[in-house]
């Protein structure tokens, strides 16, 4: 048989608020500790690995705010449930996980043979596939929305255009076969063009959750700009 990947372990790192260029967001990472098993039947295996899909589920909300009522509406969703690997499995986002890089990080782990560090990637896989290797890969996201006017991204385009405006990102993140999900949320709203909140959420945001008050208030005492 090939070689086969599995997912050992799967969390979040690195998380980081971000402000630049007229947006505010966040930036981090979905570190994935991969396992490879040695292929069973030496070269008739082949120098393949099998290995999980990403599977990087995004649902986006947007709301508006009714300055008559003062009350924040929910507009819609853009859209919902969407897996953004399946879609576009070349985006930027995912550029380690892409098959000419997926095996990169193998390099510096402790254990990696130091007569491969400068090999290229070919090398490199067939290595691991013909004695099996356990290392860490990091897959990077920078989710962020402009002060002003709209703005797009992988899950879509903004429901909302303006100064005004509030966006909830809520990620499923995981791989096939891997029982493991990381649930994560980011909240980003503006006023006048002025950042309100600024928040990232390391649990599952249910739609009561979001429309609780007194998260709302929280949110925009907490957040950092």
């Not at 999900?181 to 950042?195: F, H, M, N, S, V």
Request: aromatic share 12%; with cysteine.
């Amino acid at each position: 048989m090939k070689a086969k990947m599995t997912v050992d372990k799967l969390e979040l790192r690195n998380i980081k608020s971000t402000r630049d260029s007229g947006k505010i967001g966040h930036s981090f990472e979905l570190v994935a500790k991969l396992n490879v098993k040695s292929r069973s039947m030496g070269a008739f295996s082949g120098e393949g690995i099998d290995c999980p899909d990403l599977e990087w589920i995004e649902t986006v909300d947007w709301y508006r705010l009714d300055t008559s009522a003062d009350k924040w509406i929910h507009v819609g969703t853009s859209p919902n449930n969407t897996n953004l690997y399946k879609t576009n499995p070349k985006s930027q986002t995912f550029i380690t996980w892409w098959e000419e890089y997926r095996y990169a990080f193998a390099r510096n782990s402790h254990g990696f043979p130091a007569t491969l560090k400068n090999a290229n990637e070919r090398d490199v896989k067939h290595w691991i596939a013909r004695n099996g290797f356990e290392w860490e890969l990091p897959i990077m996201d920078i989710p962020s929305m402009s002060l002003l006017g709209g703005s797009g991204g992988g899950a879509g385009p903004s429901l909302v255009i303006g100064d005004t405006r509030r966006r909830v990102i809520r990620f499923e993140l995981g791989f096939t076969g891997y029982p493991h999900r990381i649930y994560c949320a980011q909240i980003l709203e503006t006023t006048d063009g002025k950042p309100t909140i600024n928040a990232f959420i390391q649990r599952r945001l249910s739609n009561m959750d979001l429309n609780n008050q007194q998260n709302l208030i929280y949110w925009r005492k907490s957040s950092r700009f």
